[in-house]
């Protein structure tokens, strides 16, 4: 048996989906609460289990028949004012899955983290999985949560847990639900007279699934991966889209007293409304930078071959043009 923490989530949905279509026995773990919708499809062929990730003792309850785990539960924000919470389910709520793993003799952690996790120096560095933890300005709160629950991952393989690590770009695909990359890819499909200044790391939510799941079962152990398929500008990407769903791309660079003004603007709104803002400081700062994540471990050991940006972008849209005709 297979759990998946996050089930239910965008990562979480696309994993447990490969591993059922490949007849893989899975538990997929839920909180009590949770939106079902990505996985309505599939929930006959599983499995599942409703626990909080801080709930130890029903954690506990769900592992008895567990073979292996793939950990995607996690919180994300780039909001500072959701820091404490960051900590609690990403470092607290990993650290609590890693136990159980020891506990139970699960034969394999694969741990689902973020390139947020993964140092950074400058805003146009070039990045590998070797990189060491360099706290800057450039460091959001998720980041840093992200990166000390790969801690926990390592500190149960030192106490004889088999693990691997997988770090994510920003990850495209459909289901998203109009969150996370869903903001980006809903935001790209409207027609906007300004584009971030940096570049954009992406990959297809089919490639970090089907990675996640070899790792599973082959012989990395104790290792990282960088999943990216690669880095464009923010202004060619828009243009992609915009190419894809038939509008006009953005043709103004947001930089200076244009950024400012949107910054302002987006804070008035939510005085006004009484609504979160869409921009924090961290969010601004990850647009305007141009680091460059190398995706050469996951080529060469796992002999991969990312999708192509503009089959991502095209499966992604096709989605949501079905689901406006409907």
């Keep these: 048996m297979i759990l998946v923490t996050g089930a239910n989530g965008f990562v979480g949905s696309y994993i447990c989906r490969q591993l059922v279509s490949s007849g893989k026995p899975v538990k997929a773990l839920v909180r009590e609460d949770a939106d079902l919708r990505r996985i309505s499809d599939i929930l006959d062929q599983m499995t599942i289990c409703t626990s909080d990730l801080l709930d130890l003792p029903l954690l506990d309850t769900h592992f008895t028949d567990i073979e292996k785990v793939v950990h995607c539960g996690a919180q994300i924000s780039f909001h500072s004012s959701d820091c404490d919470d960051l900590m609690a389910v990403n470092v607290e709520g990993t650290r609590n899955i890693v136990n159980l793993c020891l506990k139970y003799g699960v034969k394999k952690l694969v741990h689902v983290s973020s390139t947020a996790a993964i140092g950074r120096t400058g805003p146009t560095d070039v990045l590998d999985e070797e990189t060491p933890w360099n706290e800057t300005k450039l460091t959001s709160c998720y980041g840093k949560s992200k990166y000390l629950a790969e801690l926990e991952v390592w500190r149960g393989q030192t106490e004889g847990q088999n693990v691997a690590v997988l770090n994510p770009s920003v990850i495209l695909g ?17 027609e906007h007279r300004f584009y971030p200044t940096g570049d954009l790391n992406y990959v ?6 089907s990675i996640a799941i070899r790792l599973l079962d082959d012989e990395h152990n104790g290792k990282k991966f960088i999943v990216n398929a690669g880095a464009v500008s923010y202004q060619r990407f828009f243009t992609e889209v915009a190419e894809i769903v038939g509008i006009r791309p953005p043709e103004i660079a947001a930089e200076g007293w ?12 939510s005085v006004f409304t009484g609504k979160r803002r869409n921009l924090s400081a961290e969010m601004v700062r990850s647009t305007a930078a141009k680091p460059v994540f190398k995706n050469t471990r996951a080529v060469k050991e796992l002999n991969y071959s990312f999708i192509p940006l503009a089959e991502s972008l095209k499966w992604a849209y096709a989605e949501n043009s079905e689901n406006e005709k409907s």
């Design 258 to 269: 244009k950024l400012r003004i949107a910054i302002w603007g987006d804070f008035l709104r």
């Design 204 to 209: 297809d939510v089919r490639d970090v699934a």
């Design 174 to 190: 459909q289901k998203t639900l109009g969150k996370g990359s869903g903001q980006l890819l809903e935001y790209a499909r409207k």
